[in-house]
């Protein structure tokens, strides 16, 4: 397994922006599916968006077109840039990694980072 730190969350304005990092230590990134998750009070953790080992990507319909996911293998980190920021966007980003897309996808991934706050609003 990997450990994940998340880093670049915290409070912006509506239709702001933010790039979340998700840096991972531990060999072999490079065979890690890796995904953004979020949890906002109240709610259940949801899928954001999600990138496969050959950088193949997928988003929840609510995020796109304003979200996008990266990798840098050779900084071992995964990116989410957020634009056009909206309130209901405001939770607890997490970053999940695992070799496997679909227990990325099912939110069942083996590794998970504490989270980074992102609060939208005026």
């Known amino acids: 397994q990997v450990q994940l730190v998340e880093s670049g969350g915290g409070l912006v304005q509506p239709g702001g922006s933010l790039r979340l990092s998700c840096a991972a230590s531990?060999?072999?990134?490079?065979?890690?599916?890796m995904g953004w998750y979020r949890q906002a009070p109240g709610k259940q953790r949801e899928l954001v968006a999600a990138?496969?080992?050959?950088?193949?990507?997928n988003y929840a319909d609510s995020v796109k077109g304003r979200f996008t996911i990266s990798r840098d293998n050779a900084k071992n980190t995964v990116y989410l840039q957020t634009n056009s920021l909206k309130p209901e966007d405001t939770a607890v980003y997490y970053c999940?990694?695992?070799?496997?897309?679909?227990?990325?996808?099912?939110?069942?991934?083996?590794?998970w980072g504490q989270g980074t706050q992102v609060t939208v609003s005026s």
């Open positions: 999940n990694a695992d070799p496997s897309i679909l227990a990325v996808v099912t939110g069942t991934g083996g590794s």
């Open positions: 531990g060999r072999d990134f490079s065979i890690y599916a």
């Open positions: 990138i496969t080992t050959d950088s193949t990507t």
